[in-house]
């Protein structure tokens, strides 16, 4: 597996070139000929994530950096002594830091804003300093909400106090939304955020550098906007200056691991249905025949994470919503990766799959059609058109080497928190 994926295009087109791949005038890369045998896609996994303490860090989090940077993967780009840090690093001081996250929807159907705080407070700690942006950012393609309290299209109407109030993945269930983040926590720093919702509808030319909307390439679309930093981000390209663009945008991708019909599974791959917009006319062959190609597309014609993180702390194994409680458990888990298949396949063989219940065959990657389509639909796309940093994606056991490491925590409860009420049940229930 690539040890870096911050490179330029020009080193990812070079690098392709040495294979025997072409690039062709659309820009799509067609390989002449296979990767190389014997390489394993890398999946990182930390175990046993304390529960969150409310400080800024999160230790579940600091594992994961940790253990990255412990086989190559710095997260700071630095000439420091950091032991995160290291010539090949993913974040720069001045960077724009996209962080991608699920909010469209409650409880734990959402991603898990202690992660996302703790992931933030690391950016901001960089060891040069931080003079870039961070923007947290989601299409809920109508249906999302910064404040913790979205639509979903009606999903929790049957239970009022959560329908009517706010409801986060979180310890601090009602409070800590992508909002409070911003507004509060880091009010001071160069935190942002922008909801797509509004402009998803928003299509541009290539010559508009303006409009908030999105762009078609293919039969995928992207966003292109202007933060409130004063960014203009065209996510495909880079960052706009006025007559051309620079490339210091990183992009983060941080869904959260449940079920979902169609797919069984929703997680690294599908999270990017939150950046293009469903609004450009392909709803239909996202929802399920092509799942897995226009994945593949979003990672190879627009653009490919430079880390994704995989939520695991709570995962919904037999409800979307991320509610009632019974329908959650709660692994206290994250994954990490540059391969979206490989940290799907692996997700759901070995954390959701051994939860059984009800819609358990959906999630065994080796048997529901689903599933496989989804990720082998996902897997070719990205192989035929230069795999990612030069790397092939991968699925199945014998081609993902599983990397763990413990957080020092307890093993998982099935909707449980000391907490009453809410997303919670009243007290713990070991499993």
Not at 177 to 200: E, I
Not at 253 to 265: A, D, F, R, S, Y
Not at 313 to 326: C, D, T
Request: overall charge negative; glycine content about 12%; charged content about 20%.
């Amino acid at each position: 597996m690539a040890k870096n994926p911050n490179v330029t295009r020009r080193e990812f087109i070079k690098g392709i070139a040495a294979t025997g791949a072409v690039v062709s005038m659309t820009g799509l890369f067609v390989p002449r000929q296979a990767f190389p045998d014997g390489e394993r896609s890398q999946v990182f996994e930390v175990y046993g994530c304390p529960i969150h303490d409310g400080e800024l860090r999160h230790s579940g989090l600091d594992t994961l950096l940790g253990l990255l940077a412990d086989h190559g993967v710095k997260f700071y780009h630095t000439s420091s002594d950091h032991p995160w840090g290291g010539s090949n690093g993913i974040i720069e001081p001045n960077d724009v830091v996209l962080i991608k996250v699920n909010c469209q929807w409650k409880c734990r159907g959402t991603t898990n804003t202690d992660v996302i705080r703790g992931l933030i407070y690391r950016i901001l700690q960089h060891p040069d300093g931080f003079d870039g942006e961070v923007i947290i950012f989601e299409n809920g393609q109508g249906q999302g909400s910064f404040e913790g309290d979205p639509d979903a299209w009606g999903s929790y109407a049957s239970w009022p106090e959560i329908d009517n109030g706010v409801w986060v993945n979180a310890e601090e269930q009602n409070i800590l939304s992508v909002d409070y983040l911003v507004n509060t926590v880091f009010k001071d720093d160069p935190v942002t955020s922008y909801l797509l919702d509004s402009v998803r509808s928003t299509f541009l030319t290539g010559s508009d550098h303006v409009t908030e909307g999105y762009r078609r390439v293919s039969d995928v679309s992207y966003p292109c906007f202007t933060s409130a930093g004063g960014n203009r981000i065209e996510l495909r390209e880079g960052i706009w200056n006025g007559s051309g663009y620079d490339s210091n945008v990183k992009l983060i991708n941080v869904p959260v691991l449940k079920t979902h019909g169609g797919t069984g599974i929703t997680g690294v791959l599908k999270h990017t249905y939150g950046i293009l917009s469903m609004a450009d006319g392909n709803s239909g062959i996202r929802h399920y025949s092509q799942s897995g190609t226009q994945c593949g597309k979003m990672w190879s014609l627009v653009r490919a994470p430079d880390l994704n993180i995989l939520d695991c702390i709570w995962v919904s194994y037999e409800s979307l919503s991320g509610y009632p409680p019974e329908t959650t458990y709660r692994t206290n888990m994250l994954l990490a990766g540059f391969d979206p298949v490989a940290l799907d396949y692996h997700a759901s063989k070995y954390v959701l799959l051994p939860l059984g219940g009800s819609r358990a065959n959906e999630h065994d990657p080796d048997s529901y059609s689903g599933l496989t389509d989804h990720l082998t639909g996902a897997r070719d796309y990205i192989n035929d058109n230069g795999g990612i940093g030069g790397e092939p994606a991968r699925m199945g056991d014998e081609n993902i080497e599983v990397i763990p490491a413990s957080a020092g925590g307890s093993s998982g409860t099935i909707g449980g928190s000391s907490s009453s009420g809410g997303c919670f049940f009243a007290t713990s229930v070991q499993r």
